[in-house]
């Protein structure tokens, strides 16, 4: 099983960045997939999930202004993030829900 993180970069606060992970290796359609964010010197904490049936849950401090989703022709999930803050600034890792499976992560940094 493979992930494949991207969409990072280097955004003002307010800004918008979407994630992108592409995922290959498991029949992608069936399986929960997250996005994790690790501050530095913090641990890695859970931002958003998404269920082979597309039900969404995410972490308080990202709800109204993070969206979640997947494109199961693609193979592909995505996390758009609007209005963004400083303390978003972490590095990004999807994964296969309740598996070890992670992406390489992808590093979000916003400047206030």
């Known amino acids: 099983v493979q992930l494949q993180a991207s969409g990072g970069g280097l955004v003002q606060a307010g800004g918008s960045l979407k994630l992108s992970c592409l995922v290959s290796?498991?029949?992608?359609?069936?399986?929960?997939m997250a996005w994790y964010r690790q501050a530095p010197g913090k641990q890695r904490d859970l931002v958003a999930t998404i269920t082979g049936g597309d039900r969404t849950d995410y972490a308080d401090s990202v709800k109204g202004r993070f969206t979640i989703s997947r494109d199961n022709t693609q193979d592909m999930m995505y996390l758009q993030m609007n209005s963004l803050k400083p303390e978003d600034t972490a590095v990004y890792y999807c994964n296969v829900h309740h598996t070890d499976w992670w992406g390489q992560g992808t590093q979000v940094t916003v400047s206030s």
């Open positions: 290796g498991i029949y992608f359609r069936n399986v929960g």
